[in-house]
């Protein structure tokens, strides 16, 4: 039994079909992109599974349950962080677990472990908007992460940084996955990042998955520049860009 | 050359910064203190000569002032007058905001009585005045009334206003780490509301300073209102400006309170958008 299901979903607006029958499976640890043009459906797709949004029909399991709406068994990074311009960052990492219903002194405790993690300290006591983007979205990594989910959803969170932050922010979601083994799922439009964080990349398009196609590169993945200049890296990049080029030709006819 | 440009540019921008002219370095409470005495001046200039019937300058106000504080007579409609203001602008608050915050989160009470706070907001509720003093009287009660109906309308109606424009994806962050009703509506929705809560607190006060004097004119006259209209009716301009400008004063100090208190309960607000107009 895979740790994720995505049964079939669907999900309409009206006439128009966003989903149009998603199934696939993640196995525990794994980390899966769903890549695609705009509009293919990986955002509902994945809003679905955090339960934002309730699909027409189909159904999604997490270790095995069904679940339908929220729950602190997936924990959700937001496109732009998200994060409560009232709280500090502490106090932003520690949302979830105090929605959890966890108290003082655990809730700090466990919201100062996850601070550490994502190399944030310093920045304890700041408010966002003194925040970097890419320390904002460390921080909403941070929050998604501290009430220990058995999934990690992400939308995607790296879309709106800088490339050079981007590209730090993947060697520290690499190395976070390294150490926490979570299971992962992230909307992307980022071919390179597809390929570098991805175990299988899920190309959508339409409302339905085209192709899935695996990344055999090992892990854990520490070394990115080795990484990047592997054959199989390019060879998976090429891959992912035919299926999406051949998927918007075929769209365009 | 291209190492020289790149060293040159910088220096330049700093000059620039450097020579800033005096309408940028002036403080502003110098400026504005500047302006209000050459306007007070210009007013003891020109006012003194005009008909006392007619119009009135600042000399003789502050000594109508002075006469008035020790008779005891201003303090007294001070007095008069702040209770049921105080009561109603209170009492409108306590209602207004957890009215506005209800009708913004949920679609069906917006539906069933958003109709009526857009509606109250838009009547001339002066006008009810005359039915308000049958129903209440012409004491304590129907002055607490008027400013209640003036003031609460304003701050309901920002507050609802201010709920909608929470962005979906900060309530999301509540529902995605399963929040309850509760915990969005205290933990988001309030402190995200408080800006537009703090505008139509401020809003409240003017109305709620019309809603004062133009309930003492109309029922039993008293308070600073009446101090007012029985000058003005005299021909004491000078002693009618008295109150006039002391509520004035008090609004003014009273709004600049509620922007302390916007800084005091949502510091992070100021942080966000704090900046001096050029």
Redesign the interface.
């Known amino acids: 039994m895979a740790h994720l299901e995505v049964q079939n979903i669907t999900k309409s607006f009206g006439t128009h079909h966003a989903l149009d029958g998603v199934s696939f499976n993640v196995e525990k640890g794994d980390v899966v992109a769903l890549i695609g043009p705009s509009g293919c459906g990986k955002t509902t797709a994945l809003r679905i599974i ?3 949004e309730t699909a027409t029909s189909g159904q999604v399991k997490v270790a095995g349950r069904p679940v339908s709406g ?3 068994d ?1 924990g ?1 990074v ?3 962080a ?1 994060l ?3 709280r500090n960052t502490l106090s932003n990492i520690g ?2 677990l105090e ?2 219903g966890m108290k003082e002194p655990e809730l700090s405790r466990t919201a100062m472990h996850y601070l550490e993690l994502v190399g944030l300290t310093l920045a304890k006591d700041r ?1 966002p ?2 925040l970097s983007g890419g320390m904002k979205q460390r921080v909403g990594i941070a929050r998604a992460l501290a ?1 220990d989910p058995e999934v990690l959803l992400m939308d995607e969170p790296f879309g709106a940084l800088d490339s050079q932050t981007r590209e730090g922010l993947h060697g520290e979601l690499l190395s976070i996955h390294a150490k926490t083994q979570k299971t992962i799922i992230f909307v992307t439009h980022d071919l390179d990042e597809a390929v570098m964080l991805a175990d299988r990349v899920a190309v959508m398009h339409g409302g339905k998955i085209s192709q899935i196609i695996p990344i055999e590169l090992e892990r854990p993945r520490l070394d990115m520049r080795a990484i990047r200049t592997s054959a199989e890296y390019s060879k998976k990049r090429t891959l992912i860009w035919e299926a999406l080029h051949d998927a918007g030709v075929s769209a365009a006819a | 050359m291209t190492t020289d440009a790149e060293i040159q540019a910088p220096a330049r921008v700093e000059r620039r910064t450097g020579q800033a002219s005096w309408t940028t370095t002036v403080p502003a409470w110098v400026i504005t203190t500047i302006s209000v005495a050459v306007a007070t001046g210009l007013w003891e200039f020109f006012g003194r000569d005009v008909n006392p019937l007619l119009g009135t300058y600042p000399s003789a106000i502050i000594k109508a002032f002075f006469s008035m504080l020790q008779t005891g007579r201003l303090q007294d409609a001070l007095i008069q007058s702040s209770q049921p203001f105080i009561v109603g602008y209170i009492v409108a608050a306590i209602v207004g905001i957890p009215v506005g915050l209800l009708l913004g989160r949920y679609r069906i009470l917006e539906s069933a009585l958003g109709i009526y706070v857009t509606a109250g907001y838009a009547t001339p509720l002066i006008a009810l005045v005359p039915l308000l003093i049958l129903w209440f009287g012409l004491g304590f009660m129907v002055k607490a009334v008027v400013v209640f109906l003036l003031s609460f309308f304003p701050i309901c109606i920002n507050t609802w206003f201010g709920v909608k424009a929470v962005p979906k994806t900060m309530i999301e962050v509540g529902t995605a780490f399963c929040a309850s009703q509760t915990a969005i509506m205290r933990g988001i929705i309030l402190p995200a509301t408080i800006p537009y809560i703090m505008a139509g607190l401020r809003l409240g006060i003017g109305k709620a300073v019309i809603g004062i004097v133009i309930a003492e004119f109309l029922t039993a006259i008293s308070g600073l209102g009446g101090i007012i209209i029985t000058s003005a009716n005299s021909f004491r301009t000078a002693e009618m400006f008295v109150p006039v400008i002391l509520i004035m004063v008090l609004a003014v100090a009273l709004t600049a309170l509620v922007g302390w208190l916007e800084k005091y309960v949502a510091p992070w607000q100021s942080e966000i958008t704090g900046h001096d107009s050029v």
């Open positions: 955090m339960g934002l929220c729950g602190h997936r959700m937001f496109q732009h998200e409560l311009p009232w949302y979830g929605m959890k408010r908007h003194q009430i």
